[in-house]
């Protein structure tokens, strides 16, 4: 636990000592909300067909899809984006010797982005509160709670394996653009997937993130319970399980080839 | 096959104190693009309890392949290491915890925190509960000379002060076996001539502490260490104590003396005398009636007797005679077989 908050306070002091950047990422969200309720007013604030299983309001259906993308976002790349951060810092090799595993550290070191994940989480849902398409009265917080858990834990897993293969790539800033644009455009975060071809959603149902959306959106705006939602859940479960495995194992393969050909603060 | 070092000594009283550290027929090569380069080859060493051993070796040599092989951030190819009786390889992390490692990169901070806060934070990264972390880490400060700068931001210290955050880091969790990797490098002589006392001092005081001191300043080596280890090319070339090096290549080689007296004029009184041991011999400036010869003489040979002798004959007075030692640069340069600059 005193490691934990020994992560979570370095990360919080780095963060809050860049003040301006901070306040301007918060209030980069706050606009985002905007645009989101614009564009959800020119598409027209009835209900449209397409979103009729998720009570029909575009501006929630979208808030929804933001707000838990926001998440994913932080599991899938935060951590390569830290191992990148740490080896051009060079702060990996002085953390690397001591008696602290690789992926705790990670694990520890994500936790202020969480946070802050959560807490944008949160403000989302209260602007679908304030500005209409979301009522508390049709909001399933077990399930919410559940799903969250789950889809924390499959990107969690997601992103320790893409970790590793920044740890022996280096540069894997190209990878993490066309795996964000691409879970974007795959998931449905913007648009229901039933848009999309019979190929292209049988390829989107391979992203955990597809279900977790699902799930969110029925547990959100229309209530739906753990019950309800089992088969969503049990398939998020797997996901978890095999990603988590295949992440944690993908991670000691990386730090055990950089260990060695002594490459692991390379950059 | 095994190399083996060029220059050994078996020392004495050490031998009696276990062993800290034992590193055995040690390999290691990296291979990029199909091309390999040998970074270590069959390296054996044994470093014991209390003591403080010098690498040294030319840029390339593996100093660094090395230390990071004892700090557990490379794996080695073949051979094994133990520390303090158990294999590193076995348990890399109950290793961690008994090492420190003082490294020169001033980049390894957090830069927005302050000196106390990355102090706190590493030494917990090691376990070290909140309040025995708090005074050491205020001992640190205190003795290091940073106790005002402590809740100023990292990216604020000179390159002085950072160097001893680094010192400060590396001893924070009380290690039994501190690495340190150049820790005067990119310091000016008197920041440098600091941190060697500090050193020194703490050495003093940490009793049984083992360090091992990778640098490339050879008069620190010879300042703080009573035994060096010369690595050339990945392979050890001499396991000894400076003493030993030099008396090694004194017995080998030539001496030099400097002998100050009066009533002596050297003018057509002695030339050089291969025959009686007497290589060289030059008068520096006299000063009012006293000269100062300055002789090189066969190590072993009675050069220097032979000149005394002369001196006492003609009714000269030898007031001083000393014997200069070899630049420990020119027995470095000899030993990597690189000619002196």
């Known amino acids: 636990m005193r490691l934990a908050w020994a992560f979570f306070r370095r990360d919080a002091a780095i963060a809050l000592s860049y003040r301006a950047a901070f306040v301007a990422q918060l209030l980069g969200n706050l606009l985002l909300v905007g645009i989101l309720y614009f564009v959800s007013r020119t598409v027209g604030l009835s209900k449209l067909p397409s979103l009729e299983r998720y009570g029909g309001n575009f501006m929630a259906f979208l808030l929804i899809g933001v707000a838990l993308t926001d998440t994913v976002l932080i599991s899938l790349f935060g951590f390569a984006q830290q191992v990148r951060e740490s080896q051009t810092t060079g702060t990996l090799e002085a953390t690397l010797v001591s008696p602290v595993s690789l992926p705790l550290i990670l694990l520890y070191s994500s936790l202020w982005g969480y946070m802050m994940s959560a807490v944008r989480f949160l403000m989302y849902l209260g602007a679908g509160l304030v500005l209409g398409g979301l009522h508390t009265g049709s909001m399933n917080a077990p399930a919410t709670a559940v799903l969250f858990l789950l889809t924390v834990m499959c990107f969690f897993g997601a992103g320790i394996l893409l970790a590793g293969v920044v740890l022996v790539v280096k540069r894997g800033e190209a990878i993490i653009t066309l795996g964000g644009v691409l879970v974007m455009l795959l998931s449905g975060v913007l648009f229901p997937v039933s848009l999309m071809p019979d190929w292209l959603r049988r390829i989107a149902e391979l992203i955990p993130l597809t279900t977790a959306l699902e799930g969110m959106r029925l547990a959100l705006l229309t209530g739906a319970g753990i019950v309800q939602l089992a088969p969503l859940l049990l398939r998020l479960a797997v996901f978890a399980a095999v990603l988590l495995a295949a992440g944690v194992g993908g991670l000691y393969y990386a730090v055990r080839l950089g260990r060695r050909n002594g490459s692991l603060s390379q950059y | ?341």
């Open chain 2, 1 to 341: 096959m095994k190399p083996a070092a060029i220059l050994v000594e078996r020392n004495g009283g050490s031998c009696q104190r276990p062993a800290v550290l034992e590193v055995s027929d040690l390999g290691k090569q990296y291979t990029r693009r199909g091309s390999v380069r040998p970074a270590l080859e069959g390296v054996s060493l044994t470093i014991r309890e209390g003591e403080m051993v010098g690498l040294l070796g030319p840029n390339g040599a593996g100093k660094t392949t090395l230390l990071k092989i004892l700090a557990t951030l490379i794996e080695p190819d073949s051979g094994s290491v133990s520390l303090f009786g158990r294999d590193l390889a076995r348990d890399p992390a109950w290793a961690r915890r008994r090492i420190g490692l003082v490294t020169c990169d001033e980049r390894s901070f957090y830069w927005r925190l302050s000196g106390r806060h990355n102090l706190e934070f590493f030494a917990t990264l090691y376990g070290v509960g909140r309040r025995l972390a708090r005074e050491r880490i205020d001992m640190l400060l205190e003795t290091l000379g940073l106790t005002e700068a402590a809740g100023r931001p990292y990216h604020t210290y000179s390159t002085g002060m950072r160097q001893k955050l680094a010192i400060a880091r590396g001893l924070v969790a009380d290690p039994r076996f501190v690495l340190y990797d150049e820790p005067t490098r990119s310091l000016d002589p008197l920041s440098a001539q600091n941190i060697r006392n500090w050193i020194a001092e703490n050495r003093a005081a940490a009793g049984n502490t083992t360090h091992l001191l990778a640098t490339n300043q050879l008069n620190e080596a010879e300042r703080l260490c009573e035994r060096v280890l010369i690595l050339n090319r990945g392979q050890l070339i001499a396991d000894a104590s400076i003493g030993a090096i030099r008396a090694r290549f004194a017995a080998a080689e030539t001496a030099t003396h400097r002998i100050r007296c009066r009533r002596f004029s050297l003018a057509g009184r002695l030339h050089p005398a291969p025959a009686e041991g007497l290589l060289e011999i030059a008068a520096e400036p006299a000063e009012g009636e006293s000269c100062t010869l300055r002789i090189r003489t066969q190590a072993g040979g009675a050069g220097l007797s032979y000149v005394l002798r002369a001196i006492l004959d003609s009714g000269g007075v030898v007031e001083a005679c000393e014997t200069e030692s070899i630049p420990l640069e020119e027995i470095f340069c000899s030993l990597v077989g690189e000619p002196r600059a």
